[in-house]
Every structure is written in structure tokens, then in C-alpha cells.
């Protein structure tokens, strides 16, 4: 007699994968004015940027504060007088004609959205200090917070 046994064939697959984390890194470029006439009859430009670099195909979206000395609103930024308590307005701009007012997206303020390229791109602040003021002599400065969501 022949006799036959059958065992189970237990196959056991082991599936790995890694993901790898989206990440985007952000570097700002501070802005100055340099010096300036205590009543400035014109307005005084400059520029700086964010410049960011994300994993290709992440989207992005980078919003700025109002800063440490406004008053919450995005109509008009302040620096103050390093020492003292004098304001001196300016605003940030996303465009060199100065028209979108950077900002959280509240408030008639504009925020930016891109699409990750593996590479860095410099996505420009342009900044406004308003003519007719009556300023002192002396430093003025402000922070923005500049946050990146991706």
C-alpha cells in the first residue's frame, strides 16, 4: 500500500517599501532700504526673496504675517525705531508693480502657491516705504513671519 501525505506549503512573502518623506527647505532673503531722507517726498523700494526648494511635484504655499509692529491688518506694515516707539509704514508686495499686498489670504492679501521642482526657486518679496512721512534719525526694523505649507 502505498500511502501519500500532504502538507500544507505555507509560503510566507515579505513585502517591503520605503517612503520617503516631502520635504522642502526655505531660505529668505532679508530686504533693506539702506538709508533714507528723514521726510522722503517718493516712495522708497527695494526687494528680497523666499527662496525654496521642494521635492519635485509637492505643492506649496508660503504666507507672511502682518510683522511684529502692525496692527494685525495687511493695509499697512510698521518697522520701529530701534530704542524708541516712532513707526515708520511699508508694505510687501508679490508683484514689482506693487499692487499685491502679501499677506495670509485675509484681508485683501495675496499668499503664493507653486509646484515643487527639485530645485530652487526664488520666488520675490518686493517691498514699499511710503512717502510723506516725518521720521527720526535712527534704525528702523521689523520681522515677518514667513510660514510654508506643503
Avoid at 10 to 27: G, K, M, P, V, W
Avoid at 38 to 59: H, L, R
Avoid at 121 to 137: F, K, S, T
Wanted: negative net charge.
Amino acid at each position: 500500500m502505498n500511502y501519500r501525505t500532504s502538507l500544507p506549503a505555507i509560503l510566507l512573502l515579505s513585502f517591503s517599501c520605503n517612503t520617503l518623506a516631502q520635504s522642502c527647505d526655505i531660505n529668505v532673503t532679508p530686504m533693506a532700504f539702506g538709508s533714507l531722507d528723514g521726510f522722503p517726498a517718493t516712495v522708497v523700494d527695494s526687494a528680497g526673496s523666499v527662496n525654496i526648494n521642494c521635492d519635485p511635484q509637492v505643492s506649496y504655499l508660503i504666507r507672511m504675517d502682518a510683522g511684529r509692529n502692525s496692527n494685525g491688518g495687511f493695509t499697512v506694515r510698521k518697522m520701529i525705531l530701534l530704542g524708541g516707539s516712532e513707526t515708520m509704514e511699508y508694505n510687501l508686495y508679490r508683484d514689482s508693480s506693487r499692487t499685491m499686498i502679501w499677506g495670509d489670504g485675509t484681508g485683501g492679501s495675496s499668499i503664493v502657491t507653486g509646484m515643487g521642482a527639485g530645485v530652487t526657486q526664488d520666488v520675490p518679496v518686493y517691498g514699499r516705504i511710503h512717502a510723506g512721512q516725518n521720521l527720526m534719525a535712527g534704525k528702523y526694523t521689523d520681522s515677518i513671519t514667513v510660514t510654508v505649507e506643503w
